[in-house]
């Protein structure tokens, strides 16, 4: 599935890297604490989180994620977009909570694959 697929799917909010939208989403990983992202998310994965400052753009190229999605109507500081677009990141956004867009990924298809 495509990260645009995931948008239009679950209705979330684009805030940056528009030019990503056609990255493959093979899987999901949620968590806030950078380390944990790092040591444990998957290459073509959506992040789902709270964290919004520009570090979290560093650890999604670093590990290859397809997008970001910031939970709870959260958005991205002004860098954090500034930064996503030069990346062609794509960060979403949505006003579930991490649990509830998380459960509507994995009755998506998305990670079901691995589980």
Request: charged fraction near 25%; aromatic fraction near 4%; include cysteine.
């Amino acid at each position: 599935m495509k990260v645009l697929e995931i948008q239009e799917l679950l209705d979330l909010e684009l805030a940056a890297g528009k030019n990503g939208l056609d990255r493959n989403v093979t899987g999901g990983y949620c968590g806030d604490l950078l380390s944990d992202v790092i040591a444990n998310s998957m290459e073509g994965s959506v992040w789902i989180g709270v964290q919004r400052h520009k570090n979290i753009i560093a650890v999604a190229v670093l590990k290859e994620l397809s997008a970001i999605i910031l939970v709870n109507g959260q958005n991205p500081d002004e860098d954090t977009r500034i930064k996503a677009d030069e990346e062609d990141l794509p960060i979403l956004v949505s006003q579930l909570s991490a649990y509830e867009l998380a459960g509507r990924l994995f009755e998506a298809g998305i990670g079901k694959e691995a589980g």
